[in-house]
Nanobody
Framework: QVTLVESGGGLVQAGGSLRLSCVASGRTFNSYGMGWFRQTPGAEREFVAAISWSGGGTDYADSVKGRFTISRDNAKNTLYLQMNNLKPDDTAKYHC????????????????????WGQGTQVTVSS
C-alpha cells in the first residue's frame, strides 16, 4: 500500500514563503517521478510542478516558474515544494502524487500519469 502524507501548509501573507513536504511509503521511492498539484473548490486539479525519479529533471507551471522549487531527498523518501513570493492566487489545497509507472518522465503535467495521491495540505495566502 502506497501512502503519501503532505505537511507544511498554512496561512501566510502575500510575498511570504512556505515549504511543503510529502513523505512517501510503500514504494521504491527513487524509481518514480513525482509531482505537486493544487485544487480549489469547484475547480479542476491544476499541475504545479514535477520532478523525475533521480531529481535531475523538473518542470513547472508557468504561473509558479521562478517562485516555486520542487526537490526530493530519496534517502528520506521525501518530496518538497519551496514556495516563495506567494500570491493570493496560490491559495489552494496542495497534493503530492507519485507516478504509476517507474522510470517514466513523459507527460508529467497530466494527473492521469500519477497512480497515488496524498490527502493534501491547505495553503492560504492573504493579500
Amino acid at each position: 500500500q502506497v501512502t503519501l502524507v503532505e505537511s507544511g501548509g498554512g496561512l501566510v501573507q502575500a510575498g511570504g514563503s512556505l515549504r511543503l513536504s510529502c513523505v512517501a511509503s510503500g514504494r521504491t521511492f527513487n524509481s518514480y517521478g513525482m509531482g505537486w498539484f493544487r485544487q480549489t473548490p469547484g475547480a479542476e486539479r491544476e499541475f504545479v510542478a514535477a520532478i523525475s525519479w533521480s531529481g535531475g529533471g523538473t518542470d513547472y507551471a508557468d504561473s509558479v516558474k521562478g517562485r516555486f522549487t520542487i526537490s526530493r531527498d530519496n534517502a528520506k523518501n521525501t518530496l518538497y515544494l519551496q514556495m516563495n513570493n506567494l500570491k493570493p492566487d496560490d491559495t489552494a489545497k496542495y497534493h503530492c502524487a507519485i507516478r504509476g509507472t517507474p522510470l517514466q518522465t513523459f507527460d508529467s503535467r497530466s494527473s492521469a500519469r500519477y497512480g497515488y495521491w496524498g490527502q493534501g495540505t491547505q495553503v492560504t495566502v492573504s493579500s
